[in-house]
C-alpha cells in the first residue's frame, strides 16, 4: 500500500454543508481557524509542533490541493531526496538557457518609488476585498523541515511553475540563506514569512534574479521589472509567489 493511501482516512474529515453529499477528507491533520486568526494561530503552531503547519486557503483551496496529492504518488521521502541533489545555479542558468527571450532582465517599466509591503497572508482574505475569509484550513505536514512541505503536498510541475523536487531545492536554499519559512501554500500561490531578508540592494537584486526565473508571473504580471522586485525584497519580511 502506498504511503497516500496508509494516509487518507486517518486524519480529518471536512463535513459538507450539504448532508448528501460525503465529507471532504485529507490525508494530513487539518485546523478551522477563521482568516482573521489564521496568521497569530499558525505562528502559535509553529512553536508547539512537531508537524509544519501551513495554510492552505478555504474549502475549495483544499479539494484543488488534495488533487495534486492524489495525483502524484510518489513518496515525498524520493521527492525531497531529488530536491536535494538539485544545484540552484545550475537549475537558473538552465531555465535561462532555454528560454532566453522569455528571461531577459530588460524591461521597460514604470520603476516604483516605495513599493507596497506583502501582506503576510494572502491565502486567508479575499482576493477582490481584502476582507478575511470567514474560514480557512491549516495543514499540519508531518516533517518538522518547512522545506520538505512541497514533497507531501505535491506542488507544481504545471505550466511554469517549477517541479516538487524543485520547489523542495529552493524552500531549503532559502531557508539556509534568508530564514524563509512557508506560511500558505495555495493550488497556485506559495507564501512564505522571512527571519533575514536582504539588507542591502546588493543581495536584494541577487535574490531577485532568482525569484524572477523561479517565478516569473510576479514580475510580469506583477511588479514590472527585477528592479522593482529587489525593492520590495529589500528588507521584506514576506513573500508572494503565483502561477498561471
Known sequence: MSWLKKLFGKHNAIQSEHPSEEPLTFPFELIKVSGEDALS??????????????VLGDKEDLIRIRECIEYDDEDPSKIISKGLSINIQEWLDTQ??????????EFSGVDIEEPPPTAPLTLASEIL???PKSEVF????PTKNAWEVPAYLKIGGWNSCPSTEAHVAFFK?????????????????????????????????LLAREQYVY?????????????????????????YFWWD
Open 41 to 54: 494561530t499558525l505562528l502559535q503552531l509553529r512553536n508547539s509542533q512537531e508537524r509544519t503547519p501551513v
Open 96 to 105: 535561462i538557457e532555454e528560454d532566453p527571450n522569455y528571461y531577459h532582465f
Open 129 to 131: 476585498t481584502g476582507e
Open 138 to 141: 491549516i495543514a499540519l505536514i
Open 173 to 205: 536554499y532559502w531557508y539556509d540563506r534568508y530564514g524563509a519559512v512557508v506560511t500558505g501554500i495555495g493550488p497556485d500561490t506559495i507564501e512564505f514569512s522571512v527571519e533575514n531578508p536582504p539588507e542591502t540592494p546588493e543581495l536584494a537584486m
Open 215 to 239: 517565478c516569473a508571473d510576479i514580475v510580469y504580471q506583477g511588479v514590472q521589472s527585477v528592479e522593482n522586485l529587489s525593492l520590495v525584497l529589500l528588507r521584506g519580511c514576506n513573500w
